[in-house]
Structure formats: C-alpha cells, structure tokens
C-alpha cells in the first residue's frame, strides 16, 4: 500500500524537479529579456511559480520521508488501522456504512475510503469490533459502533490463500 503512494508521490517530484531544473530557468530568461522586471508579469509569475514548486518539492520530501519510517508489522493485526476496512453502524444516522482507512494521498470520500488522519479515521483506529467511537463533527458528536473489521493483514492472507487455490488449481 505505502509503496503505490511512494511511487505515486515520486512520480510527481520528479515532474516537478524537472520543471524547477528546465522549464522555470527558460521562463526566466525570456522575462529578463522582456526588460524591466519591476512591472514584468512575466517574470513575477514565474517567480512564484519557482517558489511553490520549491515549497511542493519540500512538502513531498518530507511525506516520502515519513512514508518511509510506516512499518507494516506494526499495524495492528485485531484493531482499525491503516488499510483496514470496517463496517460501522451509525446510530446518529441510524444506518450501517462500510470506510476503508488509507493514506490521505487515496482518500476518496465518495468511494468510502477514508484518511486514518481524518475526523472518522482518527476516532475508529485501534477500536477493535464491538467498540464504539465517539466523533466530533461540526454538526455534533456521532457514535459509531463496529460491526466487522478485516485489517490489511486479513487481505494479505485471504491473497496469499487465493494464490496457492489457483496454483493447486493449475497443477
């Protein structure tokens, strides 16, 4: 999981390392030829172009520097934790929703994925099934008790049993 993200976020240093290292130099230049930089548009957008691809260039560096002290074997193997998916019911809407917890880099709300950095994330890591959670929303506080859990370890598994029935299979 953490090694699609890695490679998703390396992807797009690269990108901008390239910019910084060709694109934005060119730009420049051509501004500086335009003449007077005090009101050249030119120039001061590409300014501020070279200082947010340098402030993003930072801010990656410093996820993938995070990403990669995450060590899958301590992930909990019984409770909610990142890559996990868990069946909630919640008593507030009185229905039953299903949220997978991933990196923020592959939350997608609509799809029921889930940042562990998020409001729900946050209150339903380390519960284990039959715990509740408490979480505070804008609106007001929600309880959300867990019905089902299966943890990245369990797909791990379940693949891993998949692999060897069609191996067999084969044979």
């Given at each position: ?6 490679k998703k976020?390396r992807d ?6 390239h910019?910084?290292?060709f694109d934005?130099p060119?730009?420049l230049?051509?501004a500086v030829?335009?003449g ?16 947010y691809?340098?402030?993003?260039v ?6 993938l520097?995070d990403?990669?002290?995450v060590?899958?074997n301590?992930?909990p ?5 990142l890559?996990s998916?868990v069946t ?6 009185n229905e039953?929703m299903k949220?997978?917890?991933v ?5 997608d709300v609509?799809?029921g994925r889930i940042?562990?950095t998020?409001?729900i994330?946050?209150?339903?890591l380390?519960k284990?099934?039959?715990?509740t959670?408490?979480v505070?929303?804008p609106?007001?506080s ?19 049993d998949?692999d060897?029935?069609?191996?067999t299979?084969?044979k």
């Amino acid at each position: 999981m953490t090694e699609e993200i890695k490679k998703k976020l390396r992807d797009e240093l690269n990108t901008l390392e390239h910019e910084l290292a060709f694109d934005i130099p060119r730009e420049l230049k051509k501004a500086v030829a335009l003449g007077d930089l005090s009101e050249n548009a030119e120039y001061h957008t590409a300014k501020q172009r070279q200082e947010y691809l340098k402030a993003r260039v930072r801010q990656l560096g410093q996820r993938l520097a995070d990403l990669s002290l995450v060590n899958m074997n301590n992930i909990p193997k019984d409770k909610v934790g990142l890559g996990s998916t868990v069946t909630i019911f919640d008593s507030t809407k009185n229905e039953e929703m299903k949220y997978e917890l991933v990196a923020s880099e592959q939350s997608d709300v609509a799809a029921g994925r889930i940042s562990t950095t998020s409001p729900i994330g946050r209150a339903l890591l380390n519960k284990k099934v039959g715990d509740t959670a408490t979480v505070v929303t804008p609106g007001g506080s929600r309880e959300m008790e867990i019905l089902k859990l299966s943890t990245m370890h369990d797909l791990a598994e379940a693949k891993l049993d998949a692999d060897e029935q069609a191996k067999t299979k084969a044979k």
